[in-house]
């Protein structure tokens, strides 16, 4: 066994890897649009992560003793695991050399789904806003060790003069966040290989430690949830067993990371196994009480998921605490970076004084160095940087706008019924009589393709060189064109294809008091997707209509409905940095009552059917069971409170996507929307059983056409799909549309996918068989 070297006082346990510039993004689809080979973007991506290392170093991370991670990925970390365990799903088996090894095409392919074959299904990371590719074990397929690309970073950063430290989904979450394989036995489930996958760990540490690493950070944030559909027992006497076998005579260091909560009983686990070192995430888990371990401990007190400064003093204080736990105490985030953006140098266009009161990923690294100085050297070293941030603190407190009378008083003064639209069944029938829709009605999500051509029109206006008027033309007849295509495609329900929204958050937040947006503060959602979220730093109001003129145009151009697209409080919130400083049901009212004016709005100007899109509804629930109802009632509430003022004729629709809806259900139900669309393509409708068991009777879109990956469903394959919902869910109950919003496509794609939608749905009406 080998006795790893103490970890310098500082780490982190990721970093964004997109690069400060999206430069992996351009570079990743560069290659996918075939204008350059895979040398150059292996290239590219070399060049990218050795500045990240410089960079890293130049903050105050040491460029030996495994202080810097190797966090890279080019799609998804959870797929990077899955591949070095030699797990490859078997419709792909053919993209794999004899040594199991997969490349850099065939990632994509595995990733994005070909012609022939469709991708691996996509969820969201945890209660986090990244999404990963779920792998698909059998009790057959196989395992082995492929360590060739983690190798091949650790020498790369030896050869650039670092000793850093490489990162792996450890084996718990690996087993636990993936699907049985299609065919595989009734109660089958992949945790039940965990014992075959040990081997495979030990024969990648061993790879690592001969090529030079001293440590690796295994990353097991299972540890810290009760939501995986696996019973927690199982999942912390797996990691008893893992980590009893996978520490014994280790050739390298082992930190073993548990972000996104507190360890709970899974502490002591691992404070029993034969590693070397645990990353706690103290931010949202507390110091613990009554224990002691020799082990490092790396004490996760600097947020890795939100934007604030913090409070760097209180942070100092749980660091002290700690050392009651274990004399070997290291300052690091409480979750990789991934989750921020890149810097504020970049933001020149941000307020000063809001400026003040944040922390992008480059400015935590500089938290971290400072903490892991003070550590060292004693309190008094940082006492600046500690008297910095608590001024910014008060300041922030002060500030005008992060608390408005006005908008205060209102909430306050709710009637008891404000969040209740009254009776379902008086609600469809008069809806019926108004919208006169066919069985089986088709429409889409919401957005259309983004062009290059829009993208360029609103760089022109945001630069100045397209005014206001000209900008508002050409949105105009980009409406115009979205609204025709889709009656040529024989879509019953219409939208506007939202042109004019760079983002379905970040629209919003433009229009709304409270909010400020950034420049270039990219972060990764999925792939090569990156989203910019909106800084939500006070009291949220909104001073004008937003969305009106657009749907009302729109609606003037057809005698077929046309909805009215909002986004909802929860997602707004989710995707967007929340303010810490009171509980997200207070902001998630705000937000609520913004969005229902503008409903009203919606609906003086004729607009019967309005979407309120929630896609994070599920994103954000608590990963502990305890603290789940107490979400589920306020995020409920929120919608509730944005659609209860809308008349009994007038549609409401919500979207949802990436869920394991039945964790949901009754709170899906709960939302008291009339219509819901739902992910399902990837899936292949497993969500049907979920609203079979539950009873669900309320209008559902159970996506067939899953617009995350390129390829184009044929008819017969949409039509399987719509008679598996079909067989559990009465017709005039049952829409049809895609899984998502179509702004990531490509024009020809989407509209082959969208004939095809409109036929299968005509033959499924018409009861023709495939």
Not at 317 to 343: F, M, W
Not at 440 to 462: K, M, N, V, Y
Not at 725 to 749: F, H, M, Q, S
Request: proline share 6%; hydrophobic share 45%.
């Amino acid at each position: 066994m080998t006795t790893a070297p103490a970890l310098p006082s500082g780490t982190i346990l990721g970093y964004p890897r997109i690069g400060r510039h999206r430069e992996l993004k351009r570079a990743v689809e560069a290659r996918w649009s075939g204008s350059i080979d895979a040398a150059e973007l292996e290239s590219r991506a070399a060049s990218l992560r050795r500045a990240t290392r410089e960079r890293l170093a130049e903050l105050g991370l040491a460029r030996h003793g495994s202080a810097i991670p190797e966090s890279f990925s080019f799609y998804d970390q959870v797929l990077d695991a899955a591949l070095a365990a030699g797990i490859v799903p078997e419709r792909f088996a053919d993209l794999q050399d004899e040594r199991g090894a997969v490349d850099v095409d065939g990632l994509f392919a595995i990733a994005r789904g070909d012609e022939r074959r469709a991708p691996l299904e996509m969820t969201k990371w945890f209660d986090t806003n990244y999404h990963y590719l779920v792998p698909e074990i059998g009790p057959a397929t196989p395992f082995r060790a492929v360590a060739d690309r983690a190798v091949a970073l650790v020498a790369e950063a030896r050869e650039q003069g670092f000793t850093t430290r490489p990162v792996l989904v450890g084996p718990v979450t690996l087993l636990a966040l993936s699907k049985a394989a299609e065919g595989s036995p009734s109660g089958f489930t992949p945790l039940d290989r965990v014992a075959e996958l040990v081997p495979v760990y030990r024969e990648l540490l061993a790879a690592l430690a001969e090529a030079g690493a001293e440590w690796v950070q295994i990353d097991e944030p299972a540890l810290v949830s009760e939501s995986l559909g696996v019973p927690r027992e199982r999942v912390v006497e797996a990691a008893r067993a893992v980590y009893g076998e996978l520490g014994r005579d280790r050739p390298i260091g082992i930190l073993v990371a548990a972000p996104y909560g507190e360890l709970g009983d899974a502490f002591s686990v691992l404070t029993a196994a034969p590693i070397d070192a645990v990353a706690l995430d103290l931010v949202r888990g507390a110091v613990p009480e009554g224990v002691h371990t020799p082990l490092q401990l790396v004490g996760g007190v600097v947020e890795g998921r939100n934007v604030w400064r913090g409070d760097l003093a209180a942070a100092a204080d749980r660091l002290e605490a700690l050392r009651a736990v274990s004399p070997r105490v290291v300052a690091g985030t409480s979750t990789s970076l991934q989750h921020a953006p890149h810097t504020l140098e970049d933001e020149s266009e941000l307020d000063g004084r809001l400026r003040s009161w944040l922390a992008f990923a480059d400015e935590k690294v500089g938290q971290v160095a400072a903490l892991a100085r003070g550590l060292d050297e004693g309190r008094a070293a940082i006492a600046g940087e500690l008297e910095a941030a608590t001024a910014a603190l008060a300041d922030r407190r002060a500030a005008p706008g992060v608390r408005d009378g006005g908008v205060r008083a209102r909430a306050a003064s709710l009637p008891s019924d404000a969040a209740d639209r009254g009776d379902l069944d008086g609600r469809r029938a008069a809806q019926a009589a108004s919208l006169a829709l066919p069985e089986l009605p088709t429409t889409t999500i919401g957005s259309f393709p983004q062009t290059g051509e829009i993208r360029r029109a609103r760089a022109a206006h945001a630069r100045g060189e397209l005014d206001r008027a000209g900008y508002e033309a050409f949105l105009r007849a980009e409406i115009r064109e979205v609204v025709a295509l889709q009656e040529r495609l024989g879509l019953d329900v219409l939208v506007h294809g939202e042109p004019e929204r760079n983002d379905m958050v970040q629209y919003f937040a433009e229009h709304l008091d409270g909010f400020a947006v950034t420049q270039h503060g990219w972060v990764q959602s999925y792939g090569s997707r990156a989203t910019r979220p909106s800084i939500l730093w006070g009291d949220v109001a909104r001073p004008e209509p937003i969305t009106v003129a657009w749907s009302s145009y729109a609606q003037s151009l057809t005698s077929k409905h046309v909805k009215g697209m909002l986004t909802g409080p929860v997602t707004i919130l989710a995707w967007s940095f929340v303010r810490d400083d009171q509980p997200l049901g207070e902001t998630a009212e705000q937000v609520a009552l913004a969005l229902r004016d503008e409903i009203a709005d919606l609906e003086a100007a004729g607009i019967r059917i309005v979407q309120v899109d929630e896609p994070a509804l599920r994103e954000l629930l608590p990963l502990r069971l305890a603290a789940q109802p107490a979400y589920l009632d306020w995020s409920v509430r929120a919608f509730r409170l944005a659609t209860a003022g809308a008349a009994p004729a007038t549609q409401i629709h919500t979207h949802l996507c990436y869920s394991e809806f039945g964790a949901v259900i009754d709170a899906i139900d709960g939302l008291d929307a009339d219509v819901t669309s739902i992910e399902a393509a990837r899936s292949r409708m497993e969500v049907v059983d979920d609203l079979e068991r539950s009873g669900f009777s309320r209008g559902i879109g159970p996506g067939v056409y899953d617009i995350h990956s390129p390829r184009v469903p044929g008819t017969e394959e949409i039509s399987e799909l719509l008679e598996t919902a079909a067989r559990a869910i009465p017709a005039d109950r049952l829409w049809v549309n895609p899984d998502c919003g179509l702004k990531t496509r490509g024009y020809e794609e989407t509209v082959a996918s969208l004939e095809h939608l409109v036929e299968a749905a005509r033959r499924v009406r018409e009861g023709v068989r495939v």
